[in-house]
Every structure is written in structure tokens, then in C-alpha cells.
């Protein structure tokens, strides 16, 4: 059973910065393929960034040159650094590895 906590969430203003943590359980963290999604209000949930247990990683060209995805293996956990936020950045960020889902994190971007 893998479980998965996310943090960091928060409301924050145009041009802001947050920065999201996903904390993982189980020994195999430090191989493990890791995602960042977001699903906006009556829109699909839809993959921001991955970074593979080599810390490769790869970002929607929303969010290129202003988030940043990397991990921490002694920590098991995987962040989300999130720069010049927009207002269509607002959304609920969920991490995945494998098939498991975290709880989610409300991010909301508004003045």
C-alpha cells in the first residue's frame, strides 16, 4: 500500500510563489517514476510535471520556465516549486506514483 500526502496548498496572489511537498510511504520511493497533477473546476485532471526516480524531468509547456518538479529521496518525498503563479494556474494538485493518488492541495490564485 503506498500513501500519499500533499501540502503547501494555499490561496496566493498573481505573480505569487508556492511550493507543494508530496510525501510518500513505501521503500521503493527512490526508483519510483513521480507526477504532479491539477484538475481545474469542469475541466479533466491534466499532468503539470514528472520526474523519474533518475530525477529526469518533464513539464507542460503551461507551466515551463515558472515550476519547477524535484525530489528528495531521503526524505521520500517529491515538491513542486511554483513561480509567477497566474490565475489559471487555480486548481486542486494531486501527486501520483503508480496507481495511487494523494488527497489533493487547493491552490488558488486570485488578487
Known amino acids: 500500500q503506498v500513501r500519499l500526502v500533499e501540502s503547501g496548498g494555499g490561496l496566493v496572489q498573481p505573480g505569487g510563489s508556492l511550493r507543494l511537498s508530496c510525501s510518500a510511504s513505501?521503500?521503493?520511493?527512490?526508483?519510483?517514476?513521480m507526477g504532479w497533477y491539477r484538475q481545474a473546476p469542469g475541466k479533466q485532471r491534466e499532468l503539470v510535471a514528472h520526474i523519474t526516480g533518475g530525477g529526469t524531468t518533464i513539464l507542460a509547456d503551461s507551466v515551463k520556465g515558472r515550476f519547477t518538479i524535484s525530489r528528495d529521496n531521503r526524505k521520500n518525498t517529491i515538491y513542486l516549486q511554483m513561480d509567477s503563479l497566474k490565475p489559471e494556474d487555480t486548481a486542486v494538485y494531486f501527486c501520483?506514483?503508480?496507481?495511487?493518488w494523494g488527497q489533493g492541495t487547493q491552490v488558488t490564485v486570485s488578487s
Open positions: 501520483k506514483m503508480l496507481g495511487f
Open positions: 513505501g521503500s521503493i520511493f527512490s526508483i519510483t517514476a
